[in-house]
């Protein structure tokens, strides 16, 4: 980072976390990396259906895939260990 960077960070209050978002999530023009409002709406909506997945994989107690040679073969609930 350079000092520069850092200076107008600090004058617009843009933490180092905005734009490492903007570096991997924006799109490239020139010397430009530009996270625009759709994209950033897009964003937030991919993330909303990530944690509705991950919840419900959350209610199964867990997930298995078993995969061989790159196929995947069967899928099942992580077994409660308390059962055992």
């Known amino acids: 980072m350079t000092l520069h960077l850092d200076r107008r960070m600090n004058q ?18 020139g010397d430009r990396c530009i996270l625009t409002r ?5 964003l937030i ?4 259906r ?3 997945v ?8 867990g997930l298995v895939v078993v995969e061989a040679d790159g196929a995947e073969i069967t899928t099942y609930n992580l077994p409660d260990r ?3």
């Open 50 to 52: 990530l944690r509705r």
């Open 38 to 42: 759709k994209g950033i709406q897009a």
């Open 12 to 29: 617009r209050g843009i933490t180092r976390e905005l734009v490492e978002l903007a570096l991997a999530n924006g799109s490239w023009r």
């Open 54 to 61: 991950a919840l419900k994989a959350l209610d199964k107690g």
């Open 82 to 84: 308390r059962r055992h």
């Open 45 to 48: 909506a991919e993330c909303d």
